[in-house]
């Protein structure tokens, strides 16, 4: 057997020594082989196919499609790079470096497609690609983000070359296609200007109390129409007693002020959709406010929403899956009351379509005992996927965030969403490199999950009410250098956080506040000043206790700002370069003595040596004397200054 060849790694309940798509049996596999079973171990999909399901190993219906012309539109492919394309395919499942999540499959699959699609246009095998530097630019022009994934992605295949049994672009090749990208380009996730990110909370949130206002008269007209079409009564009938029911609840108005209606009038379709809308605000409601990604928020449970009292204080969070850098069945994201609204909604819409198919015999246990996901499948014997129980066990994806415009054309006021020459200014601002093909005043701000994430991130840090570990748990990061690119930028906000989210945090603020100041006193806090500088710094604190420092933080009289190299006891307004983004002025530049008001901490040297191994590899990565090679220096030679210091005052 192949050396490099490996059992199937997949995070998976079900995969064991007996699945028949456990081990390969040839390198490349065969036509036959298995490449996907159930949890019965029934074969879903072979090699041969050029279609591959994994639905089964991520309960949501996941299909790969590798460029077949079934699928109409998008990249098609030849049969011949199809194939190469299916082999590399196998390697990331059964190679030396096997994928663990279907995720991270598809995300490496989708990224490689663009570029097998091109050779196919131009009659070249991705085998023979190195051979043909003229289609490299064609390549790097149709990737526009994202293109160091793509780098990353084509050197590892080279490196795993003689193990897939070819090569795709060997180094040289691969420099000469990133020539074509921009080298100092970087996509980050667009940060939502306020007013933009304001009114959309605000809208979900009037969309989601309306529904609480009536949810009796929903429940009541859900359940009626329900026994209605139970007892087969003819559809005509059924739109007369549905127009009947909703005078009678007086719903019209509801329906009419968040669901398009046709010319027609009011169908029993249209609350349908209307359920569906409630099911999609709850779920981006959820996501503003706990920063949770996309597919986290698509995978809560019914019974989500928990709440803990600390200290005499209650807070509440949602407990759900994490697994993209940290993997936890059953992660915490604290949040604050008002989300309780999004999660009662949520809650009814599921028992109702639960009761669906407890009326129908599928399902005997309560929904307690079952605990289905919270975004369902419409199983409403009106709606077009009525009856198709079976999907009660899938997840069910949310639609895309720019998608409700269309889906639901009510739920903004597309005016509101106009960029206008503020909004514009704070996005440049907070996002190098945007697309001012879709940035750009007078267009429709491109709304998309994952900012919800970034511009939470953002407001976060920028209000100084979370702390950077506190921002690392709510992200589910497994390292704190991911949350603070997330919130890169933040420095330059003047920004308070919502009310909501505010008294959520400030409590914990202020007692973290109050403890790392009298943190200072300690003989791990040093100033690069002396020993007399510090006395001085830290004199407030010696003279109060506990309460009186609360009071003065409450007061916001007691300056504290945790920095990469210790603490920074700046008064007044925080220093605009962060001690995170930017460390370069703490300890001084162009000969410069550190600024006044730094503390190291002794504390942070493993972290300091940590960044100094860090900087010292972006700045490899750039030309000597280019501008982010300097800007970089300055970081690298002030995170150096600051270990010289803490190492020479423990010789003394």
């Not at 079973?37 to 029934?42: A, E, F, H, Q, T």
């Not at 059964?94 to 995720?103: C, L, N, R």
């Not at 007013?195 to 989601?208: A, H, K, N, P």
């Not at 007369?240 to 046709?262: G, H, M, P």
Request: proline share 3%; with cysteine; charged share 25%.
């Amino acid at each position: 057997m192949t050396e490099f060849l490996y059992s199937l790694r997949l995070d998976s309940d079900f995969i064991s020594e007996e699945s028949p798509n456990y081990k390969l049996d040839a390198w490349p596999p065969h036509g036959d082989t298995p490449v996907t079973c159930d949890s019965n171990n029934n074969i879903v999909s072979i090699f041969n196919d050029n279609i591959w399901d994994f639905t089964a190993y991520c309960n949501k219906n996941v299909k790969f499609n590798f460029g077949d012309e079934s699928q109409k539109k998008g990249y098609i492919i030849d049969c011949k790079n199809i194939y190469l394309f299916k082999v590399i395919a196998a390697y990331w499942l059964w190679g030396a470096g096997s994928v663990k999540t279907i995720q991270n499959l598809m995300v490496k699959l989708a990224k490689l497609k663009p570029l097998i699609y091109v050779c196919s246009k131009n009659n070249i095998l991705i085998s023979d690609l190195n051979n043909h530097d003229y289609v490299l630019e064609e390549i790097a022009s149709i990737y526009k983000s994202q293109t160091s994934r793509l780098l990353n992605l084509l050197k590892n295949l080279y490196a795993d070359s003689s193990e897939i049994g070819f090569v795709l672009l060997d180094y040289n090749s691969i420099k000469k296609l990133s020539k074509y990208f921009d080298e100092d380009y970087v996509t980050q996730t667009p940060y939502m200007p306020y007013r933009i990110w304001s009114y959309q909370i605000l809208r979900f949130e009037e969309c989601l109390k309306d529904f609480l206002n009536h949810k009796n008269e929903i429940k009541h007209l859900f359940n009626s129409m329900m026994d209605i079409y139970q007892y087969g009564s003819y559809k005509r009938s059924n739109r007369k007693k549905f127009l009947k029911y909703i005078q009678e609840l007086n719903l019209s108005n509801v329906f009419e002020k968040w669901v398009e209606i046709d010319s027609s009038g009011i169908s029993i379709r249209n609350f349908s959709r209307y359920l569906s809308l409630i099911s999609f605000s709850a779920i981006a409601y959820i996501v503003n406010f706990s920063l949770m990604r996309i597919d986290e928020a698509s995978q809560l449970k019914y019974g989500c929403f928990i709440d803990k009292e600390i200290n005499n204080e209650k807070y509440y969070f949602i407990q759900g899956e994490t697994n993209k850098t940290i993997k936890d069945k059953e992660a915490l994201w604290i949040v604050p009351s008002i989300v309780s609204i999004a999660i009662e909604a949520i809650s009814i819409i599921c028992e109702l379509r639960f009761s669906v198919l407890q009326k129908n015999g599928f399902i005997s246990q309560s929904i307690e005992e079952f605990r289905p996901y919270l975004h369902l499948n419409s199983f409403e014997p009106w709606a077009s996927s009525a009856n198709d129980f079976e999907k009660i066990s899938l997840i069910n994806e949310v639609r895309r965030y720019n998608e409700a415009l269309h889906m639901w054309p009510k739920l903004f006021d597309n005016s509101q969403l106009v960029i206008q020459e503020e909004d514009l200014k704070i996005a440049r601002k907070m996002t190098s490199y945007l697309d001012e093909t879709k940035f750009r005043v007078g267009n429709i701000w491109p709304l998309a999950w994952h900012q919800l994430r970034r511009t939470g991130a953002v407001n976060m840090s920028a209000s100084d009410l979370v702390q950077d570990e506190s921002l690392q748990y709510q992200l589910k990061h497994s390292s704190k250098f991911m949350s603070l690119y997330y919130a890169s930028n933040a420095y330059k906000l003047n920004f308070d956080l919502n009310e909501e989210v505010g008294e959520l945090f400030m409590q914990e603020w202020h007692m973290h506040n109050v403890s790392k100041n009298q943190e200072l006193v300690s003989e791990n806090f040093i100033s690069p000043h002396g020993s007399k500088r510090k006395a001085q710094l830290i004199s407030t604190i010696t003279l109060k206790d506990h309460t009186s420092l609360l009071s003065l933080s409450k007061s916001k009289k007691l300056n504290y700002r945790e920095t990469f190299l210790g603490g920074c006891t700046k008064s007044g307004d925080p220093c605009p370069y962060g001690g995170i983004t930017n460390i370069s002025m703490c300890m001084g530049i162009d000969g410069n003595p550190p600024c006044d008001s730094v503390l190291l901490d002794k504390n942070k040297l493993p972290l300091m040596y940590q960044l100094e191994d860090f900087y010292q590899k972006k700045f490899n990565n750039h030309e000597a004397d280019s501008i982010p090679a300097n800007a970089i220096l300055q970081q690298l030679i002030s995170v150096r200054k600051a270990i010289n210091v803490i190492k020479s005052n423990e010789t003394e």
